[in-house]
């Protein structure tokens, strides 16, 4: 497990380098691409696309930064207990650094390799039909990107790896611990929207274990694990914002972003019966 952390740790560094190349492409290119009279990058729907890809990219390296700062620190403390006792305070940073190791990293390869794949497919799409072509380096970062949602374990095991992290706690009780910071009055609001996400994560959680039924735990899994990542980034973005106001336009685009697609989350556990397994269910023994 330890050496497939790893690569999925330098599968997270991938990732943020391609999803940081394709918004550079996709800026660069609507920059000089003039439809109508203007830059295409003036017209709303250009630069909300990349506006949400310049979050994804910000929010993607941070991600990878906090991960690797929890496997250096478990690496550094299980190091030293191959030297020496560890003091009763250290064997207990052991034990958390390694558990939030363990929780970050599948989490992190996930979600940084789905925004690659997203942000690589947008610079294409705002390349238009020359981003198909190979005269243009999107066409070659949307090839590269497709494989880092698949190698050292797809998204959908990452979820498996992740998902007993939802319910014991793990991401909540961090999630608290970044709520718990002291930030700027003027990030207040912003602050605000990542509690209230917090909670409807919160809540969300609760419906699905509280029905004590594993099919519909691994059915949720998804949501669940990008409603927890979503919590996550946006906090990251605002600690970031926090030390340098260079990161509020990425705090303010993804938090905004994250708390649309939290919602959706929640509304749709909401309103999710577990007999509704059934409808879904039924696709593995029909033909085609």
């Known amino acids: 497990m330890a050496l497939m952390n790893n690569a999925r740790l330098g599968i997270m560094a991938q990732s943020v380098g391609l999803s940081e190349a ?18 295409i990058i003036e ?4 630069y909300e696309m990349l506006a949400l890809m310049r979050a994804k990219a910000d929010a ?42 363990d929780a970050f990293t599948p989490i992190g390869k996930g979600m940084t390799s789905e925004y690659a794949n997203q942000n690589a497919y947008d610079a294409v799409q705002i390349h238009g039909g020359s981003g198909f072509m190979k005269d243009y380096t999107c066409e070659r970062l949307y090839r ?25 706690g793990t991401y909540l009780a961090q999630i608290r611990e970044y ?23 919160e809540v969300a959680v609760q419906r699905v274990t509280d029905a004590k039924d594993n099919e519909l ?35 303010e685009v993804y938090i905004t972003y994250g708390q649309a697609e939290v919602n959706k989350i929640y509304d749709y556990i909401t309103y999710f019966d577990l007999e509704k397994l059934a409808y879904f269910k039924g696709y593995v023994t029909l033909n085609p």
């Not at 394709?22 to 830059?39: I, L, V």
């Not at 991600?63 to 064997?91: G, W």
């Not at 605000?192 to 917090?198: C, E, G, N, P, V």
């Not at 990008?226 to 705090?251: M, V, W």
């Open 22 to 39: 394709a918004y550079r492409e996709g800026h660069a290119y609507a920059s000089e691409r003039k439809q109508f009279g203007k830059a």
């Open 43 to 46: 017209f709303p729907a250009v």
């Open 60 to 101: 993607s390296r941070a991600m990878l930064y906090e991960t690797a700062r929890f496997v250096d620190m478990y690496k550094v403390l299980n190091d030293i207990s191959k030297e020496r006792k560890l003091e009763p305070e250290e064997r207990l940073e052991l034990k958390k650094y390694g558990k939030l190791a």
């Open 144 to 168: 590269d990107a497709r494989i880092t949602n698949i190698y050292e374990g797809t998204t959908q095991l990452q979820v498996v790896a992740a998902i007993r992290h939802i319910t014991t």
């Open 179 to 201: 709520e718990d910071i002291d930030y700027k009055p003027e990030l207040f609001i912003l602050h605000q929207r990542l509690m209230d996400m917090t909670d409807r994560y």
């Open 217 to 251: 735990l691994d059915f949720q899994a998804r949501r669940l694990v990008e409603a927890a990542a979503h919590c996550i980034f946006g906090y990251l973005l605002l600690q970031d914002t926090n030390k340098d106001d260079r990161f509020r336009h990425s705090a």
